[in-house]
């Protein structure tokens, strides 16, 4: 500090001058970039009541369509766990839920995974990789020229049922597939492999907040330059009743599978799975790749309300 005091002490009034501009042309380079806006480019999504496009998810909640099911037959049996009363152990009050039709189908070779790999996957990988890909296609954007660009990956996912059933199995059955499609990491590896991306690669769990966390995470990234495009969603998949079952004992589920909020007959949630993935872009390398821009996120923050009344109520 003595050093460069010494310096510009000797400077001329001009010079200093020119200094002074440009520092501070740095200084609000800086500052832009930290709040530059945020551009949406593309989207795609998997949502109940038939959403599987960002169109017909817009269709969803304008005709105000109610995507709220009982739990499809080939998910878990039903009537062996259903109890009305709340609390019972080892029951569920409610029969209903928000469920994707047919999570499990999936065409591998077109991502170049093999059958045999694609049956140990976890269903909210396949899911990632397909809505992933019907993002870039909504953005108008060739998979291939994406191959070695510091594209970053963020993802937010919480569930592990697919480990649940894993648990299952009889341990000669277990191998390395099973150990990649089980892990949360592997969700968004996988789509940095698949693409061939270079940029930061990760899965987060924040437990409910995890998909808005995940796209605060990329907006992070972006304006610090770590990445030039990111993608960013999340993914859920309620393959298995364990969660309903411990929900239902603590009293959090609806028994009409309805939720009611700041409403006096509000008695609990009800669970929803899906995935849904965007494309962002700083702003201004947006406007300059031509890209048709959806939507603009000005800002974004994360933090935790500390010690509050409960895991299930806010801090006042």
């Known amino acids: 500090m003595t050093d460069f005091l010494d310096r510009i002490s000797r400077l001329s009034p001009r010079k200093l001058a020119l200094l002074a501009k440009e520092l501070q042309d740095r200084l609000d380079a800086l500052e832009k970039d930290k709040r530059e806006p945020i551009a949406i480019v593309g989207m795609g999504c998997r949502f109940p009541g038939g959403a599987d496009s960002p169109e017909e998810f817009w269709r969803v909640l304008r005709d105000g369509v109610d995507a709220i099911s009982e739990v499809p037959s080939d998910r878990w049996d039903l009537e062996s766990i259903y109890d009305p009363e709340p609390g019972k152990p080892g029951k569920t009050c409610t029969r209903h839920g928000g469920f994707l039709t047919a999570p499990h189908r999936f065409d591998p070779l077109f991502f170049g995974i093999s059958p045999r790999e694609a049956a140990s996957m976890d269903p909210q990988h396949r899911l990632l990789l397909e809505v992933t890909w019907e993002t870039l296609e909504n953005a108008g954007q060739s998979p291939e020229r994406l191959a070695g660009t510091k594209t970053g990956v963020f993802v937010g996912i919480c569930g592990n049922d697919h480990l649940r059933l894993i648990s299952e199995l009889d341990p000669s059955e277990l191998d390395m597939y099973l150990a990649t499609g089980v892990s949360h990491s592997i969700a968004s590896g996988r789509i940095s492999y698949l693409l061939g991306l270079h940029g930061p690669s990760m899965s987060l769990d924040t437990a409910c907040s995890s998909s808005l966390v995940a796209v605060h995470t990329a907006c992070l990234n972006l304006r610090a330059r770590e990445c030039r495009a990111a993608l960013a969603g999340g993914v859920s998949v309620v393959l298995a009743p364990d969660a309903t ?59 935790q309300d500390g010690r509050s009344g409960g895991i299930t109520a806010p801090n006042g």
Not at 256 to 271: E, I
């Open 245 to 303: 079952i411990m929900f239902s004992r603590s009293g959090l589920m609806a028994k009409n599978g309805r939720c009611k909020t700041f409403d006096a007959a509000a008695d609990g949630y009800v669970r929803g799975e899906g995935c849904g993935m965007v494309l962002l872009k700083r702003h201004s390398d947006a406007l300059a790749d031509g890209d048709r821009i959806l939507a603009v996120i000005q800002g974004s923050a994360v933090n």
